[in-house]
């Protein structure tokens, strides 16, 4: 079972509200990661970070922005939300090393609606 | 580009049938192959893993297959239950090294009937 924990779960918010999605693990990964999926969708991925203060953009573009000040910690921000925004959020981690097969672990999710 | 896709949007099993999931794969360098289960509003639920030095890997009523000639990955899952409805994902590397950025399918629906 994975530690890795979002909040909200579900928001509803106005078009050009500021919104943070949080995101947290405990399991000490150094790799941690934001995929964005629409419903019976794949997923993309939009952020990713392999260590504090380290954030990258995804293959996904995305108006969305990251930070990584704490190694449990990756919260992504949209600073004016628009309808097309509106999508699950998926935050995800996996450990360090060197092997390119960490498991990727994913949080429960975070389903945003813009109105 | 790269791609990875599945052959069936949605699979229909009976209870206790086998079900087998399909996924094909186009980047020849990918090493690592990952199958998730994604239920109704949650998050993708890691099932199974497999290198591309493995042809099969097996877990608890799960079994992984990798044929790297044809770049085809499937998913094998035993006396289908219930509890395996889902939407089922691959995904491979890219061979991206320690990155370990994923590229996802599209996902298979599989519906177990009682």
């Known amino acids: 079972e994975a530690d890795i924990y979002q909040t909200p779960r579900y928001l509803v918010i106005g078009t050009g509200k500021k919104i943070t999605l949080e995101c947290s693990q405990t399991?000490?990964?150094?790799?941690m990661y934001w995929y964005q999926q629409d419903p019976g969708m794949e997923l993309h991925l939009i952020h990713y970070?392999?260590?504090?203060?380290?954030?990258e953009k995804g293959d996904l573009s995305s108006e969305s922005t990251v930070s990584r000040i704490r190694t449990e910690h990756f919260p992504l921000t949209l600073e004016s939300a628009r309808p097309s925004h509106t999508s699950q959020y998926l935050c995800a981690s996996s450990g360090g090393g060197q092997s390119s097969g960490n498991t990727i672990y994913f949080g429960e999710g975070s389903w945003l609606t813009v109105v | 580009g790269e791609s990875v896709g599945l052959h069936l949007p949605t699979l229909s099993v009976q209870e206790g049938d086998n079900s087998i999931i399909n996924c094909a794969y186009s980047?020849?360098?990918?090493?690592?192959f990952i199958w998730y289960k994604q239920e109704s509003g949650k998050g993708p639920q890691f099932i199974i893993d497999i290198r591309s030095n493995m042809d099969k890997r097996q877990g608890q009523r799960v079994t992984v297959l990798l044929n790297k000639t044809v770049k085809h990955l499937s998913l094998q899952i035993a006396a289908t239950q219930p509890g395996d409805s889902a939407v089922y994902f691959c995904a491979e590397n890219g061979n991206r090294g320690a990155t370990n950025k994923l590229i996802f399918g599209t996902g298979t629906l599989l519906a177990v009937q009682p």
């Open positions: 980047n020849s360098a990918s090493d690592y």
């Open positions: 970070s392999y260590g504090v203060n380290s954030t």
């Open positions: 399991m000490g990964h150094d790799k």
